[in-house]
């Protein structure tokens, strides 16, 4: 029988998952140099800030994109250059720059950010115009480069930067960085740190080497509150400090609620925001903008379940006009309820668009791909991705898809690497919190630790939450009585069995009492 892990096991296991980090403090996070064509680009905005050209950023409308959208328009403002912004409305204008967008930029230097690495028909535009373009993306490389005039991108493949797995708001970041020197000027770029981990987290970028280290540093940053709208957010949320948790489940979501139902350019003006007053004025509608959304996607998920075939690998649903801000949610509901990968589509004048969220090891990207005969288009990564096709290739679409998931074994629909082993009920105590709190903060392939707990005895069972979907067990382990809840249940437990269960173990903070609580994953 393989030995419980004991407290020195779980500090030892989780130290070895950065071992191999080359980074781990701001002093030793790679230098903007090794960005290819950083250099070149670098150049071109020095002349065009010297020559008082009218310089344009174009960003995106989800977190990463309007915090790489604030990093970029306050560096030139700061400065003193000559700049505008657009941000893309999802719903009148796509994603990123566009030939439509172009048109209506008066400027002879775009800058995009966290986007343009597809943007084709774009710089084509541009070169038309004679307007020079600077690619500033994270994304994937697609077959065909964009003829931009420079393209900054760690995932080029002579791109000698070490850490590709950045996201858009790190690469604006490091453009202004190199700015900043060539332009041989004092500027506190530490200053971004704050809203820099917000964008880390919200993108899901892996949360080791430098990512780590600068969302560490960042979070120090964001309980500073330099930010009037971390005030505003600190003040309506009555917290009384934010934890990395804090970033992934109220930060990031309330920065992405504008952009999924209206236009994110009320987020930009958010964070942006100078004094408390108007920090409060801009918060109290992107709340009622949050709450709106929640109440959509609330709506859609009840509408989505009715449409589930739970015996397939994979669900998947669709709907006529099914809001498009949120089926990407939804998705991810709809995988964490089935333990399942999820795609949702909204269909829309005879195309299907669709977002996509996977479970433990599967590469959803990856099976996706596999059916591009049935596709328009499609992209992503191994967790989440999008795709859009005609109405009348769908059920074909479901049918090929499905069936190559059932070539799938089931151990890979559960995320295995981060269950540490099977933990020793008297382990759990106030040490193994503060152990587990020291590996923070957690995410991408720096996953919250989960543990195995056998043969526990169900002393009682409810089910609890407003629309009754979680249940809360009262589990007892070799004495030990341990308060558990499961979110999202798909088979109620009762009182009296005994159950194996995967579970994060979390700090629970409750009228000042401090206590462990269980987060059931599966029941094996």
Not at 81 to 110: C, H, M, Q, W
Not at 471 to 499: A, C, M, P, V, Y
Request: hydrophobic share 40%; glycine share 4%.
């Amino acid at each position: 029988m393989s030995e419980k892990l004991s407290l020195k096991d779980i500090q030892t296991i989780l130290t070895k998952r950065f071992a191999e980090d080359s980074c781990h403090n701001l002093a030793s996070i790679p230098h903007p140099s090794k960005l290819k064509d950083i250099k070149k680009a670098t150049k071109r905005v020095k002349e065009a800030i010297l020559n008082r050209e009218k310089i344009a950023i174009v960003g995106d409308y989800d977190a990463d994109g309007v915090i790489s959208s604030v990093i970029m328009m306050e560096f030139f403002e700061d400065i003193g250059a000559d700049v505008v912004l657009k941000i893309p409305n999802r719903f009148e204008d796509g994603y990123g720059i566009s030939p439509k967008i172009i048109k209506n930029l008066d400027a002879t230097l775009i800058i995009t950010v966290d986007n343009g690495i597809s943007a084709v028909e774009a710089a084509d535009v541009c070169r038309e115009k004679n307007i020079d373009l600077i690619i500033t993306d994270h994304h994937n490389i697609p077959d065909i480069l964009p003829k931009a005039y420079a393209i900054i991108n760690p995932k080029q493949d002579d791109c000698t930067f070490p850490n590709s797995e950045i996201c858009g708001a790190q690469v604006a970041w490091y453009f202004i960085a190199s700015i900043k020197n060539e332009l041989d000027i004092s500027y506190n770029l530490s200053k971004f740190l704050d809203i820099l981990a917000i964008a880390i987290v919200g993108d899901m970028m892996e949360l080791k080497d430098m990512n780590r280290a600068m969302v560490k540093n960042g979070l120090k940053n964001i309980n500073k509150i330099q930010r009037p709208f971390l005030g505003a957010i600190q003040s309506f949320y009555k917290k009384h400090s934010f934890k990395s948790d804090d970033i992934s489940f109220l930060l990031a979501p309330l920065i992405n609620s504008s952009g999924r139902l209206e236009d994110a350019t009320l987020s930009y003006e958010l964070i942006r925001a100078k004094t408390p007053y108007e920090a409060v004025e801009k918060l109290e509608y992107i709340t009622s903008l949050n709450t709106q959304r929640k109440e959509i996607e609330h709506e859609l998920f009840k509408h989505s379940i009715l449409k589930v075939d739970d015996k397939q690998n994979i669900i998947i649903v669709w709907g006529e006009s099914w809001h498009e801000g949120v089926i990407g949610i939804v998705a991810s509901k709809l995988s964490r309820r089935y333990k399942k990968p999820a795609i949702v589509f909204s269909i829309t004048d005879n195309i299907a668009k669709g977002s996509a969220r996977s479970v433990g090891n599967i590469n959803i990207l990856e099976h996706i791909s596999k059916q591009k005969k049935h596709l328009l288009g499609y992209g992503g990564h191994k967790g989440a991705a999008g795709m859009s096709l005609m109405v009348e290739n769908l059920e074909e679409f479901k049918k090929d898809i499905q069936e190559d998931l059932l070539q799938v074994d089931k151990d890979e629909f559960i995320e295995r690497s981060e269950v540490l082993g099977e933990i020793d009920p008297s382990a759990i105590n106030f040490d193994l919190l503060d152990i587990l709190e020291t590996f923070e903060p957690y995410g991408q392939k720096n996953p919250k630790p989960s543990f195995l707990i056998k043969n526990a005895y169900v002393e009682s069972a409810k089910v609890i939450g407003q629309n009754q979907n979680h249940q809360k067990l009262t589990l007892i382990s070799e004495e030990k009585t341990l308060q558990s809840i499961e979110f999202n249940f798909n088979k109620q437990i009762d009182r009296g069995h005994h159950i194996d269960i995967i579970c994060n173990i979390s700090k629970n903070e409750f009228r000042g009492d401090v206590s462990a609580q269980i987060m059931i994953n599966h029941i094996l």
